[in-house]
């Protein structure tokens, strides 16, 4: 029962992971702005734009999940004394 709550712990922070990676990537290029008439990777709004709470909370909730699950488990094992 253990090996499982592990199991699922590892996925949903793999999940989580790929789920804000994918919201990043999803949202288009990052470069846009010009500088001096160069090209930059730098956000036309500044770099805080890509970023945000309300955008990556289902991401940052399946980490948080998991992180939960990976240490109830290693706290039963330490309590456990196995």
Not at 38 to 47: A, C, D, N, Q, S
Not at 57 to 67: C, E, H, N, Q, S
Request: glycine share 18%.
């Amino acid at each position: 029962m253990l090996v499982i709550i592990s199991w699922v712990g590892t996925i949903l922070i793999v999940a989580g992971v790929a789920y804000s990676a994918g919201q990043v990537l999803w949202r288009g290029p990052l470069s846009g702005g010009q500088l001096e008439g160069k090209e930059t990777l730098e956000p036309p709004r500044g770099p805080a734009r890509s970023l945000g709470l309300a955008k990556e909370w289902p991401g940052l909730a399946l980490i948080g999940l998991g992180a939960i699950l990976l240490l109830a488990r290693a706290a039963v094992l330490y309590i456990g004394g196995s």
